[in-house]
């Protein structure tokens, strides 16, 4: 008599959880890509909910969640994207939140002859120099504030060549077809024993910060998924994965 009820409460018990599981469609920034993935396997595993990342520019993911792109959860690269989202009626203004503080990195794939540094933008011996399309990608818009203020825009335009996304722009300097780039630091750390001597940490002194914030948009109000993961990305553990992947993070929430 003791063992039927039990297993009425067990199978009761999974069929709530099952009711309650729902799956949530993200559209990401391509340079929190390595985080995220990390951040989606520790949420499926503590959660019933399933994730379904596409990962790509903020610029473009913005234009595509106007003309409405089935999407119910956005991680921008920027702040001011999820507020005009939110500004249009397109997403919950108060769900707003910066999930990361992106660190923006000068590279050479190759060991340079000697430390980078800022000196190392005005050094004639290199012929291409990557940076991330200033209009599409914030942190192309702060390699631009980092040349503009350090008085080399002019001296530089010759020497740019500019990728789609970060993503495309670190693969310019990884293949050799550009000397210097000005990446995500995110990206370095997922290179196997990225060498700290090829890269120099920009300082925040030279460029507009990188808030990359995430909201809720109209079509996951009702998801329970698109809220839990976003509650997730605010947890002690998520925060953790974030700065071990070279994002700083700004306090709790």
Not at 78 to 106: I, M, N, W
Not at 138 to 155: S, T
Request: glycine content about 6%.
């Amino acid at each position: 008599m003791r063992v039927v009820p039990l297993a009425i409460f067990v199978f009761a018990l999974g069929l709530a959880t099952v009711c309650h599981a729902a799956t949530v469609r993200v559209a990401v920034a391509s340079n929190f890509s390595g985080p995220m993935k990390k951040i989606t396997q520790e949420f499926e595993a503590s959660s019933p909910h399933k994730v379904v990342l596409t990962f790509g520019s903020s610029g473009k993911f913005y234009a595509q969640i106007r003309s409405g792109a089935p999407f119910d959860v956005f991680y921008s690269a920027d702040e001011q994207k999820p507020t005009r989202l939110a500004s249009d009626h397109l997403a919950e203004a108060k769900s707003q939140f910066c999930y990361a503080v992106g660190v923006l990195a000068l590279w050479s794939a190759k060991r340079p002859q000697v430390e980078l540094n800022e000196r190392s933008l005005s050094n004639t011996t290199f012929s291409k120099l990557a940076i991330a399309n200033p209009r599409l990608a914030p942190y192309g818009a702060a390699a631009v504030d980092v040349i503009k203020n350090l008085g080399l825009w002019e001296r530089l335009q010759k020497s740019l060549v500019q990728g789609e996304n970060i993503t495309q722009t670190f693969q310019f300097v990884q293949s050799g077809n550009a000397d210097l780039g000005f990446v995500a630091l995110s990206q370095l750390h997922l290179q196997p024993e990225p060498s700290t001597d090829t890269y120099w940490i920009v300082p925040d002194s030279l460029h507009t910060p990188i808030r990359q914030d995430a909201i809720l948009l109209k079509r996951g109000l009702d998801n329970p998924a698109a809220a839990a993961l976003l509650e997730f990305t605010k947890s002690a553990k998520a925060r953790s994965i974030i700065e071990n992947f070279g994002y700083r993070t700004p306090g709790p929430h």
